[in-house]
């Protein structure tokens, strides 16, 4: 098929891959523009740029499909093109009715949740934070609204209760990308069928990510407090402070430890244990303090002594 695919973080580069080994045409890749990051606010690229470079394959990063000169562009750029089908996986931008129309077989996108369950922004990091133990990966013909178009197939995964956003990321990925392969093939020899969301399980969101929300609340329970934290990692990564200084948190783990103390003090400063709002503990074991590098807790308490009571945040 001749295929137009619109994707931006790493997790779509491996449906990207997968459609091109596959030996479809990837006549042009859609991607966002590129974007300031970290301290020297450096221009980043994609992930799926930086695929398609490596590809040889045409890249446009319109600011808008809706609207504006950019949204007319890329829209006559589309119908030069003329693709069988446009695929979308985690692109970052809501698609006008022209642009879903235009292409043979419609637009697909490759969802990570087992929808209509957690349509939406984030539902590999909403999952996790709900306390879910499974989930999966959706491919459907998109439609004006958002996310609720027929599903072509659907495949559940597991969620280990240690899993983290970026573990669970890469297992989607992958099962996505073999979901879209087959799912080609069978919208080519014509036995793909298209159910309706309205026939199975309850619709439910995943908002986007807030930078606020990343600021660790220890006044809830210690079970949500590192399904948190867990769903946050690596990226975009939850955080407390520590006498003022801001603490990243990468990895924690549930503690044993009960305590009548305020939530957010520390109730054992060997283990890096923080009361929460049940009374139960939650034990911070990867950090990266400001200004310094990513390491264990172990290893950020060998040069800190942590004293118990100390309050955090």
């Known amino acids: 098929m001749r295929v137009v695919f619109m994707g931006t973080p790493q997790f779509a580069v491996s449906s ?5 080994k596959a030996g479809h045409e990837i ?17 980043m690229t994609s992930p799926v740029k930086d695929w398609a470079a490596e590809h040889g394959i045409p890249v446009y ?36 009715e022209r642009v879903l129309d235009l292409p043979r077989y419609g637009c697909i996108n490759v969802h990570a949740s087992v929808l209509p369950a957690y349509r939406g922004a984030a539902p590999i990091q909403r999952v996790i934070q709900d306390g879910c133990t499974q989930t999966g990966v959706t491919t459907m013909k998109m439609d004006a609204g958002l996310d609720t178009g027929d ?40 036995t793909a069928q298209f159910w309706k969301q309205t026939y199975c399980e309850k619709a439910t ?18 079970k949500f407090v590192y399904d948190t934290i ?15 200084k801001r603490i990243k948190v990468f990895r924690a783990r549930l503690s044993g430890l009960v305590s009548k103390q305020p939530a957010g003090t520390v109730a054992d400063g060997k283990l890096f244990a923080i009361v929460c709002g049940d009374g139960c503990c939650v034990e911070l074991t990867e950090i990266c303090p400001e200004g310094g590098k990513r390491m264990t807790a172990e290893a ?5 002594k942590l004293e118990n009571g100390t309050v955090m945040g």
């Open 16 to 20: 990207a891959d997968a459609l091109y």
């Open 27 to 43: 006549c042009a890749v859609f991607t966002q523009p590129d974007k300031p990051k970290n301290r020297g606010k450096k221009l």
């Open 61 to 96: 990063q319109p600011s808008s499909l809706r609207r504006g000169e950019d949204a007319d562009k890329s829209f006559d750029i589309l119908s030069g093109i003329n693709p069988d089908v446009i695929v979308v996986v985690a692109y970052g931008q809501i698609l006008p």
């Open 151 to 190: 599903y072509i197939m659907r495949s559940r995964v597991g969620i280990a209760d240690d899993m983290t956003g970026t573990e669970l990321a890469e297992v989607l990925s992958r099962e996505g990308a073999a979901l879209i392969v087959e799912t080609l093939v069978k919208l080519e020899n014509r």
């Open 205 to 222: 969101y995943a908002e986007m990510i807030t930078k606020s929300e990343l600021h660790i609340d220890f006044s809830e329970p210690a």
């Open 230 to 244: 867990r769903a946050m990692a690596d990226e975009p990564c939850c955080y407390t402070f520590l006498d003022g």
């Open 300 to 304: 950020f308490l060998r040069g800190r």
